[in-house]
């Protein structure tokens, strides 16, 4: 999963982007609200985090802008303006939900999944396609009836973003998307690495090379 930080408190996005980074998510995050919409221009995103008192560009007027271009982009306001007033404006621009600083990261992890999830095909807490089970919360996999065993945070975002959507085949560039942000050094096999270890502890059927365009789950259930 990829997310957008658009904060200009230096300690808020920081320890918002090292959080987020500990948890599985790709994180880019910039300081302004102009930056924020060119990375919203150029780049997928499956979330945007938005701080509302932004430089050269209000949060609201990036919303709106949001709005226009991206409709289904799902959106979490972050903000100090806890006048009722403010967090209408922020739902009806089109926010999915908000949270008023200072907040527990704790919380905002449990937001963010919120809204992710009623992205994606599961209804449940844990992605599944029927065969593997993957829980967001404690990052734990397990194939139906086996003991749930931990993955690095690479391997979660990577069986993440093949389990939202079984049957749904991702390239070698979606999965680099989706597990990488600017500036991490992307390795050449590092997608090929992360899948033999999740075959390592789940088996070879588990994720399906499609030759030529890149890999799945299957949709079983
Ligand atoms: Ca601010």
Same mark, same amino acid.
């Given at each position: 999963?990829?997310?957008?930080?658009? !904060? *200009?408190? %230096?300690?808020?996005?920081?320890?918002? /982007? !090292?959080?987020?980074? *500990?948890?599985?998510? /790709?994180? $880019?995050?910039?300081?302004?609200?102009?930056?924020?919409?060119?990375?919203?221009? =150029? %780049?997928?995103?499956?979330?945007?985090?938005?701080?509302?008192?932004?430089?050269?560009? *209000?949060?609201? *007027?990036?919303?709106?802008?949001?709005?226009?271009?991206?409709?289904?982009?799902?959106?979490?306001?972050?903000?100090?303006?806890?006048?009722?007033?403010?967090?209408? @404006? #922020?739902?009806?621009?089109?926010?999915? $939900?908000?949270?008023?600083?200072? &907040?527990?990261?704790?919380?905002?992890?449990?937001?963010?999944?919120?809204?992710?999830?009623? %992205?994606?095909?599961?209804?449940?807490?844990?992605?599944? +396609?029927?065969?593997?089970?993957?829980?967001?919360?404690?990052?734990? /996999? =397990?194939?139906?009836? /086996?003991?749930?065993?931990?993955?690095?945070?690479? !391997?979660?975002?990577?069986?993440?973003?093949?389990?939202?959507?079984?049957?749904?085949?991702?390239?070698?560039?979606?999965?680099?998307?989706?597990?990488? @942000?600017?500036?991490?050094?992307?390795?050449? +096999?590092?997608?090929? &690495?992360?899948?033999?270890?999740?075959?390592?502890?789940?088996?070879?059927?588990?994720?399906? +090379?499609?030759?030529?365009? #890149?890999?799945?789950?299957?949709?079983?259930?």
């Amino acid at each position: 999963m990829r997310i957008l930080l658009i !904060e *200009d408190d %230096q300690m808020i996005g920081e320890s918002v /982007a !090292e959080s987020l980074k *500990d948890s599985g998510y /790709a994180v $880019d995050w910039v300081k302004d609200g102009d930056s924020g919409l060119s990375a919203i221009g =150029c %780049q997928h995103y499956d979330l945007l985090l938005l701080d509302l008192g932004l430089p050269r560009k *209000d949060g609201i *007027d990036v919303l709106r802008s949001v709005r226009q271009q991206k409709k289904s982009l799902p959106v979490i306001i972050l903000t100090a303006r806890d006048a009722v007033e403010d967090r209408i @404006a #922020g739902l009806d621009t089109g926010a999915d $939900d908000y949270l008023v600083k200072p &907040f527990a990261l704790g919380e905002l992890s449990a937001r963010i999944r919120a809204v992710l999830r009623r %992205q994606s095909s599961s209804s449940g807490p844990h992605l599944t +396609n029927g065969v593997i089970s993957l829980d967001p919360v404690t990052r734990e /996999a =397990c194939l139906v009836g /086996a003991t749930p065993l931990r993955l690095s945070a690479r !391997e979660f975002a990577l069986l993440q973003a093949l389990l939202v959507r079984p049957g749904a085949i991702l390239s070698r560039g979606e999965l680099e998307e989706k597990i990488y @942000a600017w500036g991490d050094e992307v390795e050449s +096999n590092a997608i090929e &690495f992360f899948i033999h270890s999740l075959r390592k502890k789940f088996g070879s059927d588990i994720i399906k +090379n499609v030759r030529g365009l #890149g890999w799945m789950v299957a949709k079983v259930s």
